[in-house]
């Protein structure tokens, strides 16, 4: 998959003032594309709950803006970490899903591995450092067991905000 193509899909790239992050989130996606099979993502949802329709691309880019948002208005937290982590935090859902004709199903990999996990060896094969592995592996109930970073409590947060809003519509 060509970098334009992930550049344009997550425009927050851009907000991330260190180059090697930059370059990881770019990598890390293509990476994930290229070991799940993928040709195009837009069409990937974020849950495979039927009933919501949100692409994995909307999500992390609104995961991203609240991130974003809240970092903003706090100024004590790591601005490149968070959107770092914001933009990779769901990417091993490529690997957890399958495309099956015309619908995406859990793969056989993801029954046996979660996004979290996949999405953590991603990253770390990208290059990212483990201040990102670590909000990849802890946004979601995985991360229950370890001391979340405080960017890694705003991702988590987030990601449910935009989870938990999507399942009432
Ligand atoms: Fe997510």
Redesign the pocket.
Known sequence: MDRNYVEDSFPQINKIMNKDLREGVVKTWQLAVAKGGWDKIDDVP?TLLTDVKTSLIE?TRR?TDMAMAIGQTRQDLNMDVLITGALV??VGKLIEYTRKGKTIVKSEFGKMVRHPVSGYGLVLEAGLPVEIAHIVAAHSKEGESVTRSPEAIVIHHC?FID?DIARTD
Do not use: M
């Open positions: 974020f999500h995961v935090h769901d990601d989870f």
